[in-house]
């Protein structure tokens, strides 16, 4: 599952998860620090996560710095799902300490606090795993798709023919599909050792071919998935939502979102590397 439905929307897991972890830290700082220090246990908790986001989004920029050179306006689009959990967590648990060696009465709420959010996090990573939403190898699912030039059908684990690949999932409709579109265009007609399948979701051929022509764009690689079979099918009812897969046919990454062409860059990278 890599989102979660409400009503007509499709909200992704991470950060929905990374929220109730920070709510399950303040929850037990505040009963722990009673009614004189909950309000600074509290503000202190909510700090920290803001310290260890800013962490996180510069270590992975950091990381990755030579993707981002080229677009530096994309260090601000935090969409893209790049963070480094590792520097986050640290740089929050330093603040917290920080905070603790200043304030003794806030010791014991903040420790626990942060132990509680922590256990929430993981416990709710595991479940996602356990889900299929998270980074764990996942099979392609056998889902039919339709090719947009020749009209021919096959399942998904032929169309990635055991090549590493992206695939897709967008409709015309859509603004931020339409906005990703020429980033994953430029990457496909760039990128010849990885396949690119752009998978349009319940719309017509004729729907798609226009709007490929309208925008300039290549049918190449372009598939149809009218019932929709593989949104429901990898957990997400979201658009667009793009699946990395390894040259064994299995899923290793997801994200739900637009990513800029910087993003998209880092998440290639990942995907040479050997398993």
């Known amino acids: 599952m890599l989102t979660i439905a409400l009503g007509p929307l499709a909200?992704?897991?991470?950060?929905?998860?990374?929220?109730?972890?920070?709510?399950?830290?303040?929850?037990?700082?505040?009963?722990?620090?009673?009614?004189?220090?909950?309000?600074p246990a509290e503000k202190a908790i909510w700090s920290a996560t803001v310290v260890g986001l800013l962490a996180a989004r510069g270590a992975h920029v950091l990381l990755h710095a030579r993707a981002y050179a080229a677009s530096p306006w994309a260090v601000l689009d935090v969409r893209d799902g790049g963070w480094d959990d590792t520097a986050g967590v640290v740089a929050a648990a330093l603040w917290l300490a920080g905070r603790c060696r200043r304030h003794p009465a806030l010791r014991r709420p903040l420790t626990w606090g942060l132990l509680a959010g922590v256990l929430g996090w993981t416990a709710g990573s595991v479940g996602m795993l356990a889900a299929g939403a998270g980074s764990a190898p996942v099979p392609a699912p056998d889902v039919?798709?339709?090719?947009?030039?020749?009209?021919?059908?096959?399942?998904?684990?032929?169309?990635?023919g055991g090549t590493p690949a992206v695939v897709n999932l967008w409709a015309s409709w859509c603004g931020p599909c339409r906005a990703e579109m020429p980033v994953l265009d430029e990457a496909r007609r760039r990128e010849g050792d990885i396949r690119f399948v752009l998978v349009n979701q319940g719309e017509s051929a004729a729907v798609v071919r226009a709007y490929l022509q309208r925008e300039g764009l290549s049918p190449d690689g372009v598939w149809l998935d009218t019932d929709q079979a593989l949104g429901a099918a990898t957990g997400s009812r979201?658009?667009?939502?793009?699946?990395?897969?390894?040259?064994?046919?299995?899923?290793?990454?997801?994200?739900?979102?637009?990513?800029?062409?910087?993003?998209?860059?880092?998440r290639l990278q990942r995907l040479r590397q050997p398993p």
């Open 144 to 160: 039919r798709l339709t090719e947009l030039a020749s009209g021919r059908t096959a399942p998904l684990p032929e169309v990635l």
């Open 238 to 266: 979201g658009l667009p939502t793009t699946l990395f897969f390894d040259a064994q046919g299995r899923r290793i990454d997801a994200h739900l979102g637009a990513l800029n062409a910087a993003a998209l860059q880092v």
């Open 11 to 39: 909200l992704p897991v991470s950060p929905l998860l990374l929220l109730a972890a920070v709510w399950i830290a303040v929850l037990v700082a505040r009963r722990l620090a009673g009614p004189d220090a909950a309000a």
